[in-house]
């Protein structure tokens, strides 16, 4: 069982690398996720398992460490009203200016970023676009790089985009499935923490930043909103999850939909 102590000390880690800081109720869970962790190395104690995640032995164990910690959850076309929307609004009112560039922020393993770069692609192949994915997980990003998804996932791409858009794996990637080239050429993915991001010097038409807010404190929850509706561009749209909200009504977005909004300002 893990001791307040190291629970406490472990909690603050996290919190230093992501920002995210776990309740004290989660204390078996933290003990029961990182079980297999001691084990895997040769650590007697939590607080042992601690003081090696701090050292530099230990810094590809600390990635691993917040890749315990944290939930990557995601699936294609995940919260698919969301995605029929952006399609319909694109229709409507395509924009004017090229390069269309999206942001997947707390992209996990890419199938939000994806799922975007396939209505992005259908409606405007002969123009250019580009979509970003972002997340804190190391490991995350290297999945979203290689772009290769179990099969048993593909059904939750809708049947014209499947047909267009996602190669069955063959021989050592039997049972996966990839996306074209095309696609998977204007995806670009990197490490990024969504408090500092520091690696996009981009400002965005479309961002996407869902199912991430939950995480964090109130302070911290504005902190990252911030962060990102800043490098939303005037009229650009930005998609919430369906738990999370602003909290407060802001000047500078108007709200299209329950968790979807425009910048109105600049
Ligand atoms: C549940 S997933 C959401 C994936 C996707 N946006 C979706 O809705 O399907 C949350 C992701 O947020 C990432 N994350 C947590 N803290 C972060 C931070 N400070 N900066 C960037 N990403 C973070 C996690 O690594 C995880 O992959």
Not at 64 to 75: L, N, Q, R, V
Request: positive net charge; glycine residues 4%.
């Amino acid at each position: 069982m893990i001791s307040v102590q190291a629970f406490n000390q472990l909690n603050r880690v996290l919190e230093q690398k992501t920002g995210i800081s776990l309740a004290k109720n989660k204390r078996d869970i933290v003990g029961s996720r990182l079980s297999s962790r001691l084990r895997a190395t040769q650590c007697e104690s939590y607080n042992e398992y601690y003081h090696f995640i701090i050292s530099e032995k230990g810094s590809n164990e600390l990635s691993t460490f917040i890749d315990k910690m944290t939930t990557h959850e995601t699936y294609f076309f995940r919260e698919a009203s969301q995605f029929e929307f952006l399609l319909s609004y694109l229709k409507d009112k395509p924009p004017k200016r090229f390069p269309i560039r999206a942001w997947s922020a707390a992209s996990s393993t890419g199938e939000e970023a994806y799922s975007i770069a396939m209505i992005l692609e259908d409606l405007f192949y002969n123009h250019s676009w580009h979509v970003y994915g972002t997340d804190i997980s190391e490991t995350t990003i290297a999945m979203a790089q290689e772009a290769l998804f179990a099969i048993s996932t593909v059904s939750k791409v809708p049947k014209k985009y499947k047909k267009s858009y996602c190669l069955k794996g063959y021989g050592v990637h039997d049972g996966s499935f990839s996306v074209t080239k095309q696609i998977k050429s204007n995806c670009t993915f990197s490490v990024d923490n969504l408090l500092a991001p520091s690696t996009l010097d981009y400002s965005f038409d479309i961002i996407f930043l869902r199912n991430v807010l939950i995480y964090f404190d109130e302070t911290k929850q504005l902190k990252i909103l911030n962060n990102v509706i800043k490098r939303l561009n005037h009229a650009g749209l930005l998609f919430l999850g369906h738990s999370e909200s602003l909290r407060y009504k802001r000047d500078d977005l108007k709200m299209l939909q329950p968790c979807i909004y425009k910048k109105i300002s600049p």
